[in-house]
């Protein structure tokens, strides 16, 4: 599949999931580029159709571009529930278990779908998986010894990797600290490598998001799929 392919099935997902936004709800915006199509969609509803909504953003870049539009953006704290989350996701797989955080905004991306009713994931078919893991796994660690942290992963075999701008700096989140990378192939075992993870000192938090979403809409060249989690 090439990118432009690939762009419309992100597109065709995004335009599919605006759909669930209904006047006076209270939204959860995700960050990434399939995402970018789903908040252009939203922002034509605003600006041509007068929807009116809220919205809560995972990140400054998706806050942007939502404010852009007028979409209305508040803080995570002002609100008392968020009714659905729509967010992006790097792969997925039958459990509905995925990694996220490739656009390194995997922080506030889970505390927004935490705080959820709701969670639906948009990808283009690609990332459906049968094993997660192929996708290196990231993990956000506080700078200061960070390079411990790096340290300890190899030592358990978990292949980190510092991710790095196009200056060769190390690329900070929205909360100012670092992503590490791991790449490990193949997860047989995410619940315990979540545990192991979120246990080591210095990790903030990590990519895995287990047992958490509840829809997912995959861009197909026949037109979007809806997954439903009947475990949720
Ligand atoms: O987790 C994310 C950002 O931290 C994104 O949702 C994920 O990387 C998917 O991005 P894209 O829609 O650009 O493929």
Redesign the pocket.
């Given at each position: 599949m090439d990118k432009a392919q690939q762009d419309a099935l992100?597109k065709a997902a995004g335009i599919e999931a605006a759909k669930l936004i209904q006047n006076g709800m209270i939204a959860g915006l995700?960050?990434?580029?399939?995402?970018r199509f789903l908040v252009d969609e939203l922002g034509r509803r605003v600006q041509e159709e007068g929807l009116e909504f809220t919205g809560v953003t995972t990140?400054r870049r998706t806050q942007e571009q939502a404010e852009g539009y007028g979409i209305k953006i508040v803080d995570i704290d002002d609100v008392d529930h968020i009714d659905v989350t729509i967010?992006?996701?790097?792969e997925v797989d039958k459990n509905f278990n995925g990694i996220?955080?490739?656009?390194?905004?995997?922080l506030w991306?889970k505390i927004v779908a935490t705080n959820s009713n709701k969670i639906v994931w948009i990808?283009d078919e690609s990332?459906v998986v049968d094993t997660i893991g192929k996708f290196p796994l990231?993990v956000e660690v506080i700078p200061f010894g960070a390079g411990q942290v790096v340290k300890r992963f190899e030592a358990r075999g978990y292949k980190p990797v510092l991710r790095l701008d196009a200056e060769g700096k190390p690329v900070r989140t929205d909360e100012n600290n670092y992503v590490v990378d791991l790449h490990l192939e193949r997860i047989e075992h995410p619940e315990a490598l979540a545990d192991d993870l979120i246990n080591t000192v210095g990790v903030v938090e990590h990519?895995l998001f287990l047992h958490m979403v509840d829809q997912v809409i995959v861009g197909d060249p026949n037109g979007p799929r809806v997954l439903t989690n009947s475990n949720k």
């Open positions: 992100k995700g960050t990434g580029s399939t995402v990140s967010d992006g996701a790097d996220k955080g490739g656009g390194a905004a995997l991306e990808v990332k990231p990519g």
